[in-house]
């Protein structure tokens, strides 16, 4: 019932920057707040970045000050601007949101097909 799409990746130099888009279909009532998370080949999901329904948002060390998460939390829509792009940001992003008051991020809906950030010279 709940579709969660990705878009925006793509194959860009070091430095560069991309804007990855979220879209949640389906019938979602009283989210809270939305995130982003990547994965790379033969690592862990990582959560990136998470902004509530009043803004409030949140970033691992290693994006912060690079990243940028916004979004209409009401329309279930969240994006990520990426700036200064490395390497090491290559990885498939994911999004999700979660549905429940607290301080920790729980994504609870299926994961969607993602989108593919290569960063490369």
């Known amino acids: 019932q709940v579709q969660l799409v990705e878009s925006g990746g793509g194959l860009v130099q070091p430095g560069g920057s991309l804007r990855l888009s979220c879209a949640a279909s389906?019938?979602?009532?009283?989210?809270?707040?939305m995130g982003w998370y990547r994965q790379a080949p033969g690592k862990q999901r990582e959560l990136v970045a998470t902004?509530?329904?009043?803004?409030?948002?949140k970033y691992a060390d290693s994006v912060k000050g690079r990243f940028t998460i916004s979004g209409d939390i009401p329309n279930n829509t969240v994006y990520l601007q990426m700036n200064s792009l490395k390497p090491e940001d290559t990885a498939v992003y994911y999004c999700?949101?979660?549905?429940?008051?607290?301080?920790?991020?729980?994504?609870?809906?299926?994961w969607g097909q993602g989108t593919q950030v290569t960063v490369s010279s």
């Open positions: 999700n949101a979660d549905p429940i008051r607290g301080g920790v991020f729980v994504p609870m809906f299926d």
């Open positions: 389906g019938t979602i009532s009283s989210i809270n707040a």
């Open positions: 902004i509530t329904s009043r803004g409030t948002t």
